[in-house]
């Protein structure tokens, strides 16, 4: 059995509904918020530069992904309307976060909670 992470067949923004879909050849499929993939970026400024130096992200429940930019044929460059860009999405790191999705919100959720931090007003 392979441990290579399935290549992604599709991969759709819907800015209408602000999420983003991605299917990948083993067929499963991911579809995630703007919030989320903000509030777990793989930048420095939200996953620290070691272990333990996690930022809890507050205040993007209305922020909007403007552009994705593919970085040669293993990544993509999120464009969020807050100016966040400088994350790159590896399909490894958006196929983990499609695996644990229910998991990394909750924790998110509860961390947000723990520090007296919001979610931010709803989107408008």
Aim: glycine share 10%.
């Amino acid at each position: 059995m392979s441990n290579a992470t399935p290549w992604p067949v599709e991969v759709k923004l819907k800015q209408a509904e602000n999420t983003l879909e991605i299917s990948f050849e083993d067929g499963s499929h991911c579809q995630f918020s703007a919030e989320f993939l903000r509030v777990h970026s793989p930048s420095a400024e939200v996953k620290g530069h070691g272990p333990g130096q996690e930022v809890t992200v507050a205040g993007k429940r209305g922020v909007a992904i403007t552009r994705l930019d593919p970085v040669g044929n293993y990544a993509l460059r999120i464009h969020f309307d807050d100016g966040h860009d400088t994350g790159l999405y590896t399909w490894a790191y958006f196929h983990q976060l499609g695996q644990r999705r229910e998991e990394l919100w909750s924790d998110y959720l509860r961390r947000l909670s723990l520090q007296g931090l919001s979610r931010g007003p709803d989107r408008e």
